[in-house]
Protein backbone atom coordinates (compact mmCIF):
# COMPACT_ATOMS: atom_id res chain seq x y z
CA UNK A 1 0.00 0.00 0.00
CA UNK A 2 1.21 3.38 -0.84
CA UNK A 3 1.81 5.54 2.56
CA UNK A 4 -0.32 8.10 2.40
CA UNK A 5 -2.03 9.04 6.24
CA UNK A 6 -4.87 11.30 6.48
CA UNK A 7 -5.79 12.60 10.02
CA UNK A 8 -8.12 13.06 11.59
CA UNK A 9 -10.12 10.37 9.99
CA UNK A 10 -13.24 11.60 11.68
CA UNK A 11 -14.22 15.40 13.56
CA UNK A 12 -17.40 17.08 14.36
CA UNK A 13 -17.26 21.17 14.26
CA UNK A 14 -19.47 23.83 14.75
CA UNK A 15 -20.00 26.17 12.13
CA UNK A 16 -17.85 29.14 11.48
CA UNK A 17 -14.75 27.75 13.67
CA UNK A 18 -11.76 26.69 11.42
CA UNK A 19 -10.46 22.96 10.67
CA UNK A 20 -7.22 21.78 9.24
CA UNK A 21 -7.36 18.45 7.86
CA UNK A 22 -4.01 16.82 6.89
CA UNK A 23 -2.16 14.51 4.81
CA UNK A 24 1.37 12.86 5.18
CA UNK A 25 3.17 10.70 2.64
CA UNK A 26 5.92 8.81 2.59
CA UNK A 27 6.48 8.24 -0.80
CA UNK A 28 8.03 11.76 -1.97
CA UNK A 29 5.59 12.18 -4.95
CA UNK A 30 5.48 15.57 -6.02
CA UNK A 31 1.93 16.01 -6.64
CA UNK A 32 -0.82 15.97 -4.05
CA UNK A 33 -4.27 16.71 -4.08
CA UNK A 34 -7.52 17.22 -2.04
CA UNK A 35 -10.87 15.65 -3.36
CA UNK A 36 -14.41 16.06 -1.46
CA UNK A 37 -16.80 13.32 -2.37
CA UNK A 38 -20.48 13.96 -2.04
CA UNK A 39 -23.84 11.61 -2.94
CA UNK A 40 -24.06 12.20 -6.89
CA UNK A 41 -20.81 13.72 -6.97
CA UNK A 42 -18.04 11.84 -7.59
CA UNK A 43 -15.08 13.41 -6.54
CA UNK A 44 -14.50 17.63 -6.77
CA UNK A 45 -11.46 18.79 -6.88
CA UNK A 46 -10.55 21.66 -4.18
CA UNK A 47 -6.88 21.88 -4.36
CA UNK A 48 -3.91 20.42 -5.69
CA UNK A 49 0.19 20.61 -5.08
CA UNK A 50 2.81 20.39 -7.67
CA UNK A 51 5.74 20.93 -5.66
CA UNK A 52 6.34 22.75 -2.26
CA UNK A 53 5.02 25.82 -1.89
CA UNK A 54 3.49 25.34 -5.41
CA UNK A 55 -0.27 24.89 -5.18
CA UNK A 56 -3.54 26.13 -7.46
CA UNK A 57 -6.79 25.95 -7.35
CA UNK A 58 -9.23 22.99 -8.35
CA UNK A 59 -13.09 23.30 -9.16
CA UNK A 60 -14.64 23.77 -6.16
CA UNK A 61 -11.72 25.86 -4.18
CA UNK A 62 -14.51 28.79 -2.80
CA UNK A 63 -13.60 28.58 1.23
CA UNK A 64 -10.73 26.54 1.43
CA UNK A 65 -6.80 27.19 1.43
CA UNK A 66 -4.25 24.54 1.52
CA UNK A 67 -0.42 24.75 2.45
CA UNK A 68 2.50 22.67 1.69
CA UNK A 69 5.50 23.43 3.18
CA UNK A 70 7.00 20.03 3.01
CA UNK A 71 7.19 17.33 0.25
CA UNK A 72 5.42 15.22 2.94
CA UNK A 73 2.77 17.15 4.22
CA UNK A 74 -0.67 18.60 2.23
CA UNK A 75 -2.75 21.11 4.57
CA UNK A 76 -6.11 21.62 3.90
CA UNK A 77 -8.20 24.72 5.88
CA UNK A 78 -11.69 25.65 6.57
CA UNK A 79 -11.07 29.01 7.89
CA UNK A 80 -14.82 29.06 8.81
CA UNK A 81 -16.43 26.11 8.83
CA UNK A 82 -20.62 25.75 7.17
CA UNK A 83 -23.04 23.01 6.50
CA UNK A 84 -22.49 22.68 3.14
CA UNK A 85 -18.69 21.52 3.73
CA UNK A 86 -19.96 18.37 5.11
CA UNK A 87 -18.30 15.83 3.14
CA UNK A 88 -15.95 13.50 3.10
CA UNK A 89 -12.78 14.66 2.03
CA UNK A 90 -9.73 12.70 0.24
CA UNK A 91 -6.16 13.15 -0.27
CA UNK A 92 -4.55 11.46 -3.21
CA UNK A 93 -0.77 11.35 -4.26
CA UNK A 94 0.80 10.47 -7.47
CA UNK A 95 4.43 10.82 -9.02
CA UNK A 96 3.45 12.58 -12.29
CA UNK A 97 1.45 13.09 -15.41
CA UNK A 98 -0.99 9.97 -16.39
CA UNK A 99 0.40 8.02 -13.35
CA UNK A 100 -1.52 5.74 -11.38
CA UNK A 101 -3.08 8.29 -8.00
CA UNK A 102 -3.23 7.10 -4.56
CA UNK A 103 -5.77 7.45 -2.08
CA UNK A 104 -5.84 8.07 1.42
CA UNK A 105 -8.44 6.48 3.66
CA UNK A 106 -10.71 9.34 3.90
CA UNK A 107 -11.92 12.19 6.28
CA UNK A 108 -15.14 12.55 7.41
CA UNK A 109 -16.21 16.02 8.46
CA UNK A 110 -19.24 16.75 9.85
CA UNK A 111 -20.33 20.42 10.48
CA UNK A 112 -23.07 21.37 12.60
CA UNK B 1 -21.11 20.91 -14.43
CA UNK B 2 -18.42 18.07 -14.04
CA UNK B 3 -15.81 18.16 -17.15
CA UNK B 4 -16.42 14.59 -17.43
CA UNK B 5 -20.06 12.60 -17.51
CA UNK B 6 -20.82 9.16 -16.75
CA UNK B 7 -23.75 7.78 -17.62
CA UNK B 8 -25.82 5.63 -16.08
CA UNK B 9 -25.21 7.31 -12.53
CA UNK B 10 -26.74 3.72 -11.10
CA UNK B 11 -27.27 0.47 -12.56
CA UNK B 12 -28.64 -2.74 -10.77
CA UNK B 13 -28.35 -5.72 -12.94
CA UNK B 14 -28.09 -9.58 -12.03
CA UNK B 15 -25.34 -11.67 -11.61
CA UNK B 16 -24.45 -12.91 -15.12
CA UNK B 17 -25.39 -10.07 -17.35
CA UNK B 18 -22.89 -7.53 -19.04
CA UNK B 19 -23.22 -4.23 -18.83
CA UNK B 20 -21.52 -0.81 -20.12
CA UNK B 21 -20.51 2.79 -18.51
CA UNK B 22 -19.54 5.88 -20.17
CA UNK B 23 -17.38 8.32 -19.63
CA UNK B 24 -17.82 11.38 -22.20
CA UNK B 25 -16.54 15.04 -22.36
CA UNK B 26 -15.89 18.22 -24.90
CA UNK B 27 -12.37 18.36 -24.09
CA UNK B 28 -9.23 16.40 -25.41
CA UNK B 29 -7.95 14.31 -22.56
CA UNK B 30 -3.87 12.88 -23.08
CA UNK B 31 -5.25 10.04 -20.73
CA UNK B 32 -8.26 8.72 -18.82
CA UNK B 33 -8.12 6.85 -16.06
CA UNK B 34 -10.50 3.89 -14.82
CA UNK B 35 -11.01 3.84 -10.67
CA UNK B 36 -13.22 1.39 -8.33
CA UNK B 37 -14.27 2.89 -4.85
CA UNK B 38 -15.66 0.46 -2.28
CA UNK B 39 -17.70 1.78 0.69
CA UNK B 40 -15.22 3.10 3.48
CA UNK B 41 -12.08 3.18 1.11
CA UNK B 42 -10.34 5.53 -1.20
CA UNK B 43 -10.31 5.14 -5.05
CA UNK B 44 -8.17 2.41 -6.73
CA UNK B 45 -6.96 2.56 -10.50
CA UNK B 46 -8.22 -0.33 -12.86
CA UNK B 47 -6.38 0.84 -16.04
CA UNK B 48 -5.03 3.82 -17.64
CA UNK B 49 -5.36 4.43 -21.42
CA UNK B 50 -3.12 6.88 -23.74
CA UNK B 51 -4.07 6.30 -27.13
CA UNK B 52 -6.90 7.30 -29.18
CA UNK B 53 -9.02 3.72 -29.72
CA UNK B 54 -7.09 1.95 -27.61
CA UNK B 55 -8.51 -1.11 -25.65
CA UNK B 56 -7.44 -2.62 -22.71
CA UNK B 57 -8.91 -5.96 -21.33
CA UNK B 58 -8.66 -6.79 -17.27
CA UNK B 59 -10.50 -10.32 -17.10
CA UNK B 60 -14.21 -9.71 -17.65
CA UNK B 61 -13.36 -5.79 -18.04
CA UNK B 62 -12.92 -3.83 -21.27
CA UNK B 63 -11.59 -0.64 -21.41
CA UNK B 64 -11.78 1.45 -24.31
CA UNK B 65 -10.36 4.90 -25.53
CA UNK B 66 -12.01 6.76 -28.50
CA UNK B 67 -10.66 7.93 -31.22
CA UNK B 68 -10.48 11.69 -30.11
CA UNK B 69 -9.79 11.23 -26.77
CA UNK B 70 -12.86 12.95 -25.29
CA UNK B 71 -14.63 9.46 -24.30
CA UNK B 72 -14.02 6.56 -22.62
CA UNK B 73 -16.25 3.35 -22.03
CA UNK B 74 -15.69 0.25 -19.17
CA UNK B 75 -17.85 -2.87 -20.38
CA UNK B 76 -17.94 -5.98 -17.79
CA UNK B 77 -19.16 -9.40 -18.98
CA UNK B 78 -20.62 -11.85 -17.06
CA UNK B 79 -20.65 -9.21 -13.97
CA UNK B 80 -20.53 -11.20 -10.58
CA UNK B 81 -21.54 -9.74 -7.41
CA UNK B 82 -17.84 -8.71 -6.16
CA UNK B 83 -18.08 -6.24 -9.13
CA UNK B 84 -20.19 -4.28 -7.28
CA UNK B 85 -18.90 -0.81 -6.22
CA UNK B 86 -18.66 2.72 -7.16
CA UNK B 87 -16.80 3.38 -10.61
CA UNK B 88 -14.97 6.55 -11.81
CA UNK B 89 -13.50 7.98 -14.03
CA UNK B 90 -10.35 10.44 -14.35
CA UNK B 91 -8.09 12.78 -16.98
CA UNK B 92 -5.74 15.02 -16.43
CA UNK B 93 -6.44 18.45 -17.81
CA UNK B 94 -4.36 21.57 -17.57
CA UNK B 95 -0.91 19.96 -16.84
CA UNK B 96 -1.45 17.91 -13.59
CA UNK B 97 -5.29 18.62 -12.69
CA UNK B 98 -6.66 15.45 -11.93
CA UNK B 99 -10.32 15.41 -12.54
CA UNK B 100 -13.43 12.95 -11.81
CA UNK B 101 -16.53 12.28 -13.29
CA UNK B 102 -19.51 12.09 -11.21
CA UNK B 103 -19.05 8.13 -11.39
CA UNK B 104 -21.11 4.89 -11.60
CA UNK B 105 -22.64 2.75 -9.02
CA UNK B 106 -23.05 -0.47 -9.89
CA UNK B 107 -24.79 -3.23 -7.76
CA UNK B 108 -24.68 -7.17 -8.98
CA UNK B 109 -27.81 -9.15 -7.35
CA UNK B 110 -26.30 -12.81 -6.80
Known amino acids: DAGITQSPRHKVTETGTPVTLRCHQT?????MYWYRQDPGHGLRLIHY???????DKGEVSDGYSVSRSKTEDFLLTLESATSSQTSVYFC???????????FGQGTRLTVV | TQLLEQSPQFLSIQEGENLTVYCNSS?????LQWYRQEPGEGPVLLVT?????EVKKLKRLTFQFGDARKDSSLHITAAQPGDTGLYLCAGDIAGNMLTFGGGTRLMVKP
Open chain 2, 27 to 31: SVFSS
Open chain 2, 49 to 53: VVTGG
Open chain 1, 27 to 31: ENHRY
Open chain 1, 92 to 102: AIRSGFNTEAF
Open chain 1, 49 to 55: SYGVKDT
